[in-house]
């Protein structure tokens, strides 16, 4: 049974950091693409960051560059996601999804598991 499970969500005061992890279960991250996505309240879902498996080559959307770095532990089969630097509007439930494929080609499609989400608050 394919299972992503998020975790490490929390309040944060703006410039501070969090780490978020994304547990896979019932497949390896060997074979699949990892995408980190959010979803603040009033506003469309929106991919964040994306891992392709093989040789790891990341993607990063515009307003996250140089604050976020996602990375992988094959051995535990968790994606995370580096968050550093926050802002107010960061502040979304973040959500982790599997790519049916092994490389990652934009967030509109193709993702067909997806964790129940964590939330991430950036308020001082």
């Known amino acids: 049974q394919v299972q992503l499970v998020e975790s490490g969500g929390g309040l944060v005061q703006p410039g501070g950091s969090l780490t978020l992890s994304c547990a896979a279960s019932?497949?390896?991250?060997?074979?699949?693409?990892i995408s980190w996505f959010r979803q603040a309240p009033g506003k469309e879902r929106e991919g964040v960051s994306c891992?392709?498996?093989?040789?790891?080559?990341?993607y990063f959307t515009d307003s996250v560059k140089g604050r976020f770095t996602i990375s992988r532990d094959v051995g535990k089969n968790t994606v995370y996601l580096q968050m550093n630097s926050l802002k107010p509007e960061d502040t979304a439930v973040y959500y982790c999804?599997?790519?049916?494929?092994?490389?990652?080609?934009?967030?509109?499609?193709?993702?067909?598991?997806w964790g129940r989400g964590t939330q991430v608050t950036v308020s001082s």
């Open positions: 999804a599997r790519r049916g494929f092994p490389y990652c080609k934009g967030y509109g499609g193709g993702y067909d598991y």
């Open positions: 891992i392709s498996s093989g040789d790891g080559t990341t």
């Open positions: 019932g497949f390896t991250l060997d074979y699949y693409a």
